[in-house]
């Protein structure tokens, strides 16, 4: 067990003008188990690292203390573990076993007992393949299973989790915290979670903390002493208070085909079945197709295919008016036709500002100035990212890098739009204007395809879903 806290802590990333999080003060005791909850943007994820030792001189600058059990957290980091919002960070091997006796290994832990904890481990949290399944062939969930694995065999005096269950289906999520479950009660480890959708871990919690911008406390307590008294002020905030209803938005009716999946098929080197296996679909003007699944389906991989991004073993992906298949035509001509947004949002930046992040795709197609500004400047305003236009997009929190990756792909205006889990690491509010902005754009006539595990999002602006299962159509079915 380990008790953390702040002394009158402040940290500001390197190119920063405003703080990340500003003289915050807060102890947790040893053995407590606390969910950290707050809008996006709130400074979650630097604390956890703060207390992870991450926070390097290199990438920013701070005053005051963090302090583990009264020393320095930059000393102890060999007793603290965490699971990063994107997990594909922290995956370092080939191999998954691999991966997950690699923190071991590093431990110095005897021989002898790495191999049995990589497999009590990998099956505390339903890792699906064996030891030897390639690291490179993982879906986003299933890396986060493998990197929860990793930190949960090296059985640390302190768990960090930021957004654990982000990444997977309702069942996986469902599992992972069982499997937490499990963990916990064979630990004293003390836990910090971060966690925006606050329902279904509240009773891994003893403690939940509030906070607001800056990293200020907002509330401290029980969780049912926190809601009480505090919950109409949260969600204000941004919080997912447990049992507010998310909005809906019913589509018109559908217009022409804009973009068709014939047969759609990948095989990954080395990898034990097919990512996706004759997949076929179509989307048409001015609806949404939602595509869902269990992690691991093929989801994100349809994605890649059907945007252009990843040359399919078999099949084609196909736009009306190209005589190309859209893996074969110039990015730049790709670009216009058809928008991405990648499962982990720091895959697709390619500038130092935020603003220049904007511009980029209206930039290659060759748009006016006065229209590029125009564009940028509405984008900035209606995704609330206009308080870091000059900020660089890799020191973004993980709610503002994904509004940022959405913001982007919109930028150009494509005919159709690519989204991959578009709401993961959102805050209520942020998450309700991702949801009406998805919806002006989808009524506008651009044709959407979202995989997606969250099903209010899927609920309030989907007509049609396609269910994938061990990388075929499992089931396609409207829900108007």
């Not at 990793?150 to 957004?163: Q, S, T, W, Y």
């Not at 060759?366 to 305003?381: N, P, T």
Request: include cysteine.
């Amino acid at each position: 067990m380990l008790s953390a806290e702040f002394r009158g802590f402040t940290w500001r990333h390197a190119g920063r003008r405003a703080p990340a999080v500003a003289d915050v003060d807060l102890r947790i005791e040893a053995g407590e188990r606390v969910l950290l909850l707050g809008p996006s943007g709130s400074g979650k994820s630097t604390l956890l690292a703060a207390l992870a030792g991450l926070l390097t001189t290199d990438s920013g600058d701070h005053d005051g203390e963090v302090l583990l059990d009264g020393k320095e957290a930059a000393g102890q980091r060999g007793r603290v573990g965490i699971l990063f919002q994107d997990p594909e960070t922290q995956l370092v091997m080939a191999r998954s076993g691999d991966d997950v006796a690699f923190g071991l290994e590093n431990q110095a832990v005897a021989p002898d007992e790495i191999w049995p904890r990589v497999h009590e481990s990998l099956e505390m949290v339903g890792f699906p393949y064996t030891t030897g399944h390639p690291t490179h062939a993982l879906s986003g969930g299933e890396q986060q299973r493998l990197a929860l694995a990793g930190v949960l065999a090296r059985r640390p005096d302190l768990i960090l989790l930021d957004e654990p269950t982000a990444n997977l289906d309702p069942e996986g999520a469902d599992s992972i915290r069982e499997a937490l479950r499990t963990a916990l009660a064979d630990t004293a480890a003390t836990l910090i979670v971060v966690e925006h959708r606050v329902a279904d871990i509240l009773n891994l919690v003893d403690r939940v903390i509030a906070l607001g911008p800056g990293g200020a406390v907002l509330a401290d307590g029980p969780a049912e002493a926190v809601f009480a008294e505090h919950g109409d002020m949260l969600a204000e905030q941004g919080v997912w208070v447990p049992g507010a209803e998310p909005p809906s938005h019913p589509d018109a009716n559908p217009g022409e085909t804009r973009l068709r999946g014939e047969a759609l098929t990948l095989v990954h080197s080395g990898a034990e079945r097919p990512a996706l296996d004759g997949v076929d679909f179509d989307l048409r003007a001015g609806e949404l197709l939602a595509v869902t699944g269990p992690n691991g389906s093929g989801k994100s991989t349809l994605a890649l295919l059907a945007g252009g991004l990843v040359r399919p073993t078999r099949g084609t992906a196909t736009v009306p008016g190209e005589s190309w298949p859209l893996h074969r035509l110039p990015a730049r001509r790709l670009a216009t036709r058809v928008g991405t947004v990648f499962q982990d949002p720091e895959h697709q930046f390619v500038t130092g500002t935020v603003r220049d992040e904007l511009a980029f795709a209206p930039h290659a197609a060759k748009w006016s100035r006065r229209r590029i500004d125009a564009r940028v400047s509405e984008l900035l305003e209606r995704l609330r990212l206009a308080h870091l236009t000059e900020a660089n997009p890799h020191t973004l929190s993980g709610g503002e890098a994904r509004r940022l990756s959405v913001a982007s792909a919109l930028a150009a205006a494509p005919e159709v739009l690519l989204l991959d889990e578009p709401t993961f690491g959102q805050d209520r509010r942020t998450w309700g204007e991702l949801v009406d902005l998805t919806a002006s754009i989808r009524d506008e006539g651009t044709a959407l395809l979202a995989v997606t595990h969250d099903r209010d999002f899927a609920a309030a602006l989907a007509s049609r879903e396609l269910v994938l299962r061990a990388g075929r159509t499992h089931a396609e079915a409207n829900r108007c």
